[in-house]
Nanobody
Framework: QVQLVESGGGLVQAGGSLKLSCTAS????????MGWYRQATGKQRELVAS???????NYGDSVKGRFTISRDNARNTIHLQMNSLKPDDTAVYYC????????????????WGRGTQVTVSS
């Protein structure tokens, strides 16, 4: 069984920084692109940032220049460094893997973490 576990959320003042981490655990053979999505109250879930196995990154327009995603393939972990946070960044942040192949099935499917709350006060 595969799990994505997020950590690092919390409350921060506008202009501050937070770092989120997500680790995939279980019977993992390989992991494709991983990333972060967020969902604010009353809004649709949106892409924050994603990173491929070779480090290719993609960012949502609203976070470009402020957030940085990184990946540690050996530890099946990704990080999201969030700087210059704004109240509009307040949301539940979800870790996502486009496809994780498990050693038990040798078949891939997407996975989501349970989410971590980020609250930015003005």
């Amino acid at each position: 069984q595969v799990q994505l576990v997020e950590s690092g959320g919390g409350l921060v003042q506008a202009g501050g920084s937070l770092k989120l981490s997500c680790t995939a655990s279980g019977s993992i053979f390989s992991i494709d692109t991983m990333g972060w999505y967020r969902q604010a109250t009353g809004k649709q879930r949106e892409l924050v940032a994603s990173i491929g196995t070779r480090g290719f990154t993609n960012y949502g327009d609203s976070v470009k220049g402020r957030f940085t995603i990184s990946r540690d393939n050996a530890r099946n972990t990704i990080h999201l460094q969030m700087n210059s946070l704004k109240p509009d960044d307040t949301a539940v942040y979800y870790c996502h893997a486009e496809s994780i192949v498990t050693t038990t099935t040798m078949m891939g499917r997407p996975y989501w973490g349970r989410g971590t709350q980020v609250t930015v006060s003005s």
